[in-house]
């Protein structure tokens, strides 16, 4: 089972390199997804399925949704045309297709293989476990998290904003 936690590691630094190294959003956002995806094998094989799952909802999910949104709301002009064009293009969707392939076929593997052996019973830590950490000793740190990416959202709304003729 270590070759699979060494294979979604490969995976994840591969399309993380590719992100941020990529010269278009579009196609740095489907390499970011990959990117999630292998990071969310590489909890489950270390035996962490519930953070797993965490990672493949929320940020796979949820934050992907996001900046797709925002990208399409940033509308950048005669640049953002070719950009929708672009994505329509196979080649464009060949490198994170290949690398969510192996991705799938490390899953079918694991899946065939009737799973990983769990961590031993008393290393378990379960979804009311981590609740009642982070909703009681971290509670201050969730709540300053909170605070922190709500004035992250109102000062990205003040900043995209477009001003009306003489109302600044």
Do not use: C
Not at 37 to 46: E, K, P, R, T
Not at 146 to 166: F, I, P
């Amino acid at each position: 089972m270590e070759a699979l936690f060494y294979v979604s590691g490969t995976v994840a630094m591969i399309s993380t390199l590719r992100v941020v190294t990529g010269k278009n959003a579009v196609h740095a956002l489907l390499y970011l997804v990959v990117s999630l995806l292998a990071a969310a094998l590489v909890f489950y094989s270390l035996g962490a399925p519930f953070i797993a799952a965490l990672e493949v909802i929320i940020y796979a999910g949820a934050i992907m949704v996001l900046f797709v949104f925002v990208i399409m709301m940033l509308n950048l002009g005669p640049g953002a045309e070719r950009q929708k064009k672009g994505l329509l293009d196979p080649k464009a969707w060949a490198g994170p297709a290949l690398l969510a392939l192996v991705l799938v076929l490390e899953l079918l593997y694991l899946f065939a293989g009737g799973g990983l052996e769990g961590p031993p019973r008393a290393a378990y830590i379960n979804p009311k476990a981590v609740a009642l950490a982070l909703f009681g000793p971290y509670f201050i740190g969730v709540e300053l998290a909170s605070l922190l990416l709500l004035a992250a959202l109102v000062a990205a709304w003040h900043l995209g904003r477009r001003e009306k003729e003489g109302i600044r």
